[in-house]
């Protein structure tokens, strides 16, 4: 596709993304309509980040981009371009060590199949980095935005609040 | 791979983004926040031949004070705007109803004109500013113009934007002392399009009385339906239990729903008037104790 006689930089079938992912800095040509998710995970091969519905409702795709809870299933690659992105992969430790999300989620059984937890912990991530999650209607409405077909929410309930508290050890807890 | 092949434009100024929508208008989606474009496009219910991605536009991207109000550009994330201490204090509204649209992780990326662009006749924005009698500021390689919000606002998905414009944001004034605001939605669940919500705006006179009210409803009509048979009854009379009772059936007269599947016509209209009276209940508290 030539240069639009408008100036405006043209868009042709790849484009370069450069991009930080989990630290890591990443570049890869790509077609201009994949989408973030399909970019980690086929161009990455960062398969943590799962694909479900494909048009933002389920969550099962959820990462941070620049430090925020995004659908990587609603933003194309290209937009990625310069900026930091953050998948399950890189919650747990570079030992190894396992985040106090997903430390809680493995106690309380809070997954069954497994395929939404990613997206899960990545939601949960971002509003622990807010601040403490203190009650079960805020943890049921940090949860809200994901969507479980399998194990249900109570063990998740209880990951929120613990994984809270242990985030939060001064704050004060539904969880005993 | 989801969407149809396009070509994608990442205009950075506002002149290349409109010059770009003058040579392509038809042809051509504005991306903002893509949380409605992009599930189009996934499902290939859209496929503009050009996609103009504004998020690299420069200056579109910060709430700024104007002259006696707020100005919202066309980058602003929904969640930044519900976060604004200086916007949560001037239009309380707008928080209201920014906690019920989507989830977080849609609000971090969803811009606030973007969803008015998008005048989705069940969303939350379109309702609130129209209540607000915001002003759309709209632009083209032709010129700019301001259209208030009730006439912005023309058809399902339909907005009184060409082609070749794109709306570069939204103003807000400032609300008049002795003014309440309210807003109530019904959804079946959290984070849902409500079935029907009721946005309110209340101006009171020195004597308590109503002196000027902006009533709105969404999910009952193809744009904001103002109701304007319940303001009517509201203006010149304190919002007491029988008066705020009198708009409610006015309200619920007033307003022609269709039933779908999620609610029957009559279950809406019983919806907006208990939902203009949840909002006006809360306005003439906080106005009788101010």
């Known amino acids: 596709m030539p240069e639009s006689p408008s100036g405006t930089r043209t868009g042709h079938e790849t484009q370069v993304v450069r991009t930080t992912v989990n630290g890591v800095e990443r570049e890869a040509e790509v077609a201009t309509r994949l989408t973030l998710a399909d970019f980690l995970r086929h161009e990455l091969r960062l398969t943590g980040t799962h694909v479900g519905c494909e048009h933002g409702v389920c969550g099962a795709c959820t990462v941070h981009v620049d430090g925020a809870a995004v659908r990587s299933c609603l933003m194309l690659a290209v937009q990625a371009n310069g900026r930091r992105v953050d998948t399950v992969e890189g919650l747990a430790g570079p030992d190894g060590e396992l985040a106090p999300i997903q430390e809680a989620f493995s106690k309380h059984h809070a997954l069954q199949c497994g395929f939404c937890t990613s997206g899960f912990l990545m939601s949960v991530a971002e509003a622990l980095k807010e601040g403490p999650i203190e009650t079960e209607q805020a943890a049921r409405e940090v949860l809200g935005g994901n969507i479980c077909r399998c194990t249900g929410y109570a063990g998740m309930v209880d990951a929120v609040l613990e994984a809270s508290q242990t985030s939060y050890p001064t704050a004060k807890g539904e969880h005993a | 791979m989801k969407p149809r092949p396009f070509t994608y434009l990442a205009p950075t100024s506002v002149d290349e983004a409109l010059a770009a929508l003058a040579e392509h208008s038809f042809d051509a989606k504005v991306l903002a926040g893509g949380q ?8 290939r219910m859209a496929s503009p031949e050009y996609l103009i991605d ?10 700024r004070r104007v002259d006696g109000g707020w100005h919202i550009p066309a980058l602003v994330r929904q969640r930044t705007v519900e976060r604004s201490p200086e916007l949560r204090a001037a239009f ?3 928080p209201a109803a920014l906690e019920q649209v989507a989830h977080p992780q849609i609000r971090n990326r969803g811009t606030v004109c973007g969803s008015l662009a998008h005048a989705d006749p069940a969303a939350e924005l379109p309702t609130v500013m129209t209540a607000l009698d915001a002003t759309m500021r709209v632009a083209s390689v032709r010129g700019e113009r301001e259209v208030p919000a009730e006439e912005f606002f023309q058809f399902h998905f339909t907005t009184s934007l060409e082609d070749d414009e794109l709306l570069v944001g939204v103003t807000v004034d400032d609300l008049p002392p002795a003014t309440s605001t309210g807003f109530a939605e019904f959804a ?3 984070g849902d399009f409500a079935l029907a919500a009721v946005a309110g705006v209340v101006t009171r006179a020195s ?6 009210v902006r009533l709105v409803a ?10 304007t048979a319940a303001e009517k009854v509201l203006l010149g009379q304190r919002p007491t239990p029988d008066v705020v009772g009198a708009a409610e059936r006015a309200a619920r007269g007033e307003v022609d ?5 999620h609610a029957s016509a009559d279950y809406r209209r019983h919806l907006v008037g208990v939902l203009a009276r949840r909002v006006l209940t809360t306005i003439a508290e906080e106005g009788d104790h101010a």
């Open chain 2, 36 to 43: 409605s474009l992009a599930p189009l496009l996934n499902f």
């Open chain 2, 54 to 63: 504004i998020n690299d536009v420069a200056g579109l991207d910060r709430v």
């Open chain 2, 92 to 94: 309380p509204l707008l």
């Open chain 2, 188 to 190: 079946p669940r959290h």
């Open chain 2, 207 to 212: 004597d308590g009385a109503v002196g000027a």
């Open chain 2, 218 to 227: 969404s999910g009952v009509a193809a744009r904001p339906q103002r109701l």
């Open chain 2, 257 to 261: 729903p269709t039933g779908d599947i």
